[in-house]
Nanobody, 124 residues
Framework: QVQLVESGGGLVQAGGSLSLSCAASGRTFSGATMGWFRQAPGKEREFVASIIGSGSVTYYSDSVKGRFTISRANAKNTVYLLMNGLKPEDTAVYYC?????????????????WGQGTQVTVSS
């Protein structure tokens, strides 16, 4: 059974940092594109960042570029999201996702596997 399990969410003050992890199990994702998405109450799920299998190419939404860093450790079947300079508008449930393609897409509907999400709350 394939599972993605996020961890590392929590409550932080504006300007602070958090590091999210997503551990995959049930199969190897070394060739898959891994992504982070987030969803705030009443809003649609939105793209945050993605990284291809080799880790050599990454993509970021304009709202997090320069503040967030996505990385992966294929030997551990794990992807990370380091979030610096957090803002109250970053408050959301953060989801890890995977898709078996290197073709870039920001569309959450094109991702096959999903974690259960982890809450990130940034206080002002």
């Amino acid at each position: 059974q394939v599972q993605l399990v996020e961890s590392g969410g929590g409550l932080v003050q504006a300007g602070g940092s958090l590091s999210l992890s997503c551990a995959a199990s049930g199969r190897t994702f070394s060739g898959a594109t891994m992504g982070w998405f987030r969803q705030a109450p009443g809003k649609e799920r939105e793209f945050v960042a993605s990284i291809i299998g080799s880790g050599s190419v990454t993509y970021y939404s304009d709202s997090v570029k320069g503040r967030f860093t996505i990385s992966r450790a294929n030997a551990k079947n794990t992807v990370y999201l380091l979030m610096n300079g957090l803002k109250p508008e970053d408050t959301a449930v953060y989801y890890c996702a995977a898709r078996d393609s290197t073709y870039p897409t920001f569309d959450f509907k094109r991702y096959t596997y999903w974690g259960q999400g982890t809450q990130v709350t940034v206080s002002s």
